[in-house]
């Protein structure tokens, strides 16, 4: 009880530390506004978080913990492993664009990681190794169902999710809006190059 109590106040701070960094910038938001709003002690929010940078890391982790989750879910009731891969796609990052927030700390998240810190750096490989298994084991389940010829399946899902990420960095910028379409059509060229041919 103590624990699920402890889980939801931790929740309570990093939405409304998300809100804020959203709204007005994270340089520009402060530990105190944020334990303000949570009606919190500044000593409080420690107690949850490092700093401004930990909220981020968490946001994101449990945002991805919570897409797996469905995706698990609903894959299943799919066919053939090409489609499970292009709904995974789709799931993880396909319209993400459309929810700002989320693309905002995305790019956070990105740029923490760019640093020499060993630890941010392993969170970069932890959260691509997360998302690159996922497609990697359908991937290996359509080989051995022909659905894809031999292949080193890491290298091909590693492409997708670096395909993915291109894509959403670059529908930050004005002049590049269709990132939804120019995902799909690199997904679906990296997928037909190792269809099987029968």
Do not use: P
Not at 35 to 61: H, R, S, W
Not at 121 to 137: M, P, S, V
Not at 157 to 169: Q, T
């Amino acid at each position: 009880m103590k624990d699920n109590l402890r889980e939801k106040r931790k929740n309570e701070i990093m939405n409304i530390a998300s809100d804020l960094f959203y709204s007005k910038g994270i340089s520009e938001t402060t530990i105190s506004e944020i334990a303000y709003l949570a009606n919190i002690g500044k000593g409080t929010f420690y107690e949850y978080f490092k700093n401004k940078d930990d909220v981020i890391n968490e946001y994101i982790k449990i945002y991805f913990q919570n897409i797996h989750q469905q995706i698990n879910q609903k894959i299943e009731s799919l066919e053939t492993n090409e489609e499970k891969i292009h709904f995974i796609v789709k799931f993880l990052f396909i319209s993400k664009t459309t929810d700002e927030k989320l693309t905002y700390l995305l790019v956070e998240f990105f740029r923490l990681t760019f640093n020499k810190k060993r630890e941010e750096a392993k969170k970069l490989y932890q959260f691509n190794e997360q998302n690159t298994n996922l497609i990697n084991k359908y991937l290996e389940k359509g080989i051995e169902n022909k659905e894809f010829k031999e292949c080193n399946t890491q290298e091909v899902a590693f492409e997708i999710i670096s395909a993915i990420l291109g894509n959403l960095v670059l529908s930050l910028s004005y002049e590049f809006k269709e990132c939804d379409t120019s995902t799909k059509c690199n997904v679906e060229t990296i997928l037909n190059s190792i269809k099987y041919e029968k």
